[in-house]
């Protein structure tokens, strides 16, 4: 990509945030409470609708979430301080958790394509297990486990693998059929198949696997800390944060603001990494 499209692609995402902080604060002026500044008690603008989401509450102003991130917490260091801390535990359960989801998903996946029966059987299974929702599992796995922050990376692991599992069974398949009659022709046994056809035609597959394994990772590692009673994390910060919501309705707003960006940084992370792992990829078919 060029300078230039990679520029494009910057102010187009600026150019949606701002129309939607835009939205927000004009929802606010429409139909949110009466603006009062500082302690005083008489308004400087009365909305002329009125409009509950659109509360002090549910959906304060920016400038109170902006000055949510400067104020100080109970050891004095600003609050977004504390919040990327917590980033950076957080980051910890789910690069593990993501690690260990990759490398299962595409390990079971290598021995499905080779087990047709097992596939048969065992994909309507794991298709299953990824509707139950994560909020029900994690408590059965964190406080099973007792394993503390690891066991938090396994709960990211479990909604990790199932993408990379489907990916990679699609992309061992994807090489050209010419090739796998080639392969079969010089009497090439499985391992040599997968090593030299299937694994180089799966690239593409497993890095948009690896994209939503990313961002579910984090959104793993942030439901399990719940269960788990880890204050360190986001999820601990998330659940501070909720707990005084009525009194500092900005601090709540901070921290997923903090848990987007954190996704968005696993995501980007990706995204390098397949730029540069496939810089000078080719299909395999374009090989043959």
């Known amino acids: 990509m060029t300078v230039r499209g990679a520029l494009g692609r910057v102010l187009r995402f600026l150019g949606v945030i701002v129309f939607i902080l835009v939205t927000w604060e004009l929802a606010k002026l429409l139909a949110g409470d009466p603006w009062r500044f500082g302690e005083s008690t008489i308004p400087v603008w009365d909305p002329p609708l009125r409009w509950k989401p659109v509360n002090d509450i549910n959906l304060p102003h920016l400038w109170t979430i902006a000055a949510a991130v400067v104020e100080q917490d109970a050891r004095g260091d600003p609050y977004v301080t ?3 801390g917590a980033a950076f535990f957080t980051m910890r359960e789910a690069l593990l958790g993501f690690v260990l989801g990759a490398g299962f998903g595409l390990g079971l996946a290598i021995v499905l394509i080779h087990v047709r029966v097992l596939e048969r059987g065992l994909v309507p ?17 964190v406080v099973g486990l007792k394993a503390g922050w690891a066991g938090v990376a396994i709960v990211a692991t479990y909604l990790t693998f199932f993408p ?38 799966s690239p593409p597959y497993l890095f948009t696997a690896f994209k939503i394994a990313a961002t579910a990772s984090v959104v793993g590692a942030i439901v399990g800390e719940f269960p788990a009673g880890i204050r360190e994390g986001l999820g601990g910060a998330l659940l501070q944060a909720m707990q005084y919501h009525s009194f500092s309705p900005g601090d709540l707003w901070v921290a997923i603001a903090m848990c987007a960006v954190l996704g968005l ?23 043959a």
């Open 125 to 141: 299974l794991l298709v299953a297990s990824q509707t139950i929702p994560i909020i029900a599992i994690a408590p059965l796995i």
């Open 82 to 84: 504390s919040l990327l």
């Open 265 to 287: 940084v696993a995501f980007l992370l990706v995204v390098l990494a397949e730029r540069r792992v496939l810089r000078s990829y080719r299909p395999i078919e374009d090989l």
């Open 164 to 201: 990379v599992t489907i990916a990679a069974l699609r992309g061992m398949r994807s090489a050209d059929p010419r090739a796998f009659e080639l392969m079969r022709s010089y009497a090439s046994d499985r391992r040599t198949v997968l090593r030299k056809l299937r694994l180089p035609a």
